[in-house]
């Protein structure tokens, strides 16, 4: 009788289906299986990277890389906030209102020639020139400038400088209108005309003229009583054919400055 030896794996008393399962078979079956699939919260003790070195290498040292955000106060995203934006101020902004400008001196000038109010932009066209022909005027910065436009703007019921420029822009006239508040006469206001120059290249044209009667008509625009000129023997007559009239002696003390 012949027997045959069982084969490597099985017995005599198994089958094929009675073989034990295989590794992968009994790890999927495993109930700790599913666990290797489970979401599980960092360790807070697991060393992580330093992030100011990573940081570094990409140029900004702001961002915190163990969350993922960016501190927006010391990295901020975007333009600034809207009140953080200093509007730089208009350069043609006119000193005071326009329309105090008297029409009717206007259309007497030479043709091209307006007058108007001073503006920030007169520093590059010819203001403190026409100035120095009337008195030293001394070097004055753009700086100083506009601090003093920013001055006269906030005292503007105070001040008012009237400029004439001709067609291309430039100012040939200047002239300036100071309001003085009183006690006397209900409260009343007295204007004070001063600093009227005239381009040098402009004599001949009466434009200096033009200049005394538009701060008269402003003054008298603006509610004074009065308008005050200082004159000499040798303008009288010039300021009399505004309307102009001597009252007593104007004397001054000059106080001079080291």
């Known amino acids: 009788m012949i027997s045959i030896a069982p084969t490597s794996g099985l017995n005599s008393h198994t089958t094929k ?9 009994r790890a999927i079956t495993n109930p700790s299986f ?4 489970e979401y599980k919260e960092p360790d807070p003790n697991t060393k992580r990277i330093q992030d100011f070195k990573v940081a570094a290498l990409f140029g900004a040292p702001n961002i915190d890389l163990s ?16 009140e953080a934006v200093q509007a730089l101020p208009d350069p043609y902004e006119p000193l005071f209102n326009p329309e ?3 029409v009717e001196v206007e259309v007497k000038l030479p043709e091209g020639y307006r007058l108007r109010p001073l503006e920030r932009a007169d520093y590059n066209r010819g203001f403190l020139m026409v100035q120095s022909c009337l008195s030293s005027v001394g070097h004055v910065s753009e700086e100083s400038w506009n601090e003093r436009i920013e001055f006269l703007k906030k005292n503007g019921d105070t001040y008012y400088v009237l400029c004439m420029v001709d067609g291309s822009g430039t100012v040939v006239c200047t002239g300036m209108l100071m309001v003085e508040k009183k006690f006397v006469h209900g409260m009343g206001s007295v204007g004070h005309l001063q600093d009227i120059a005239v381009a040098k290249n402009q004599h001949g044209k009466n434009l200096g003229f033009r200049m005394l009667t538009a701060l008269d008509c402003l003054a008298k625009q603006v509610g004074c009583y009065k ?5 000499s023997e040798l303008n009288e007559a010039f300021h009399a054919q505004a309307g102009f009239r001597r009252r007593g002696l104007e004397m001054s003390h000059h106080h001079l400055r080291d």
């Open 17 to 25: 289906h009675d073989r034990k399962p295989s590794k992968i078979v």
């Open 34 to 37: 599913g666990r290797l699939f």
């Open 67 to 82: 969350k993922g955000t960016i501190n927006p106060q010391t990295f901020p995203l975007g333009p600034p906030p809207s």
């Open 100 to 102: 105090l400008v008297s």
């Open 227 to 231: 308008t005050v000129v200082v004159s």
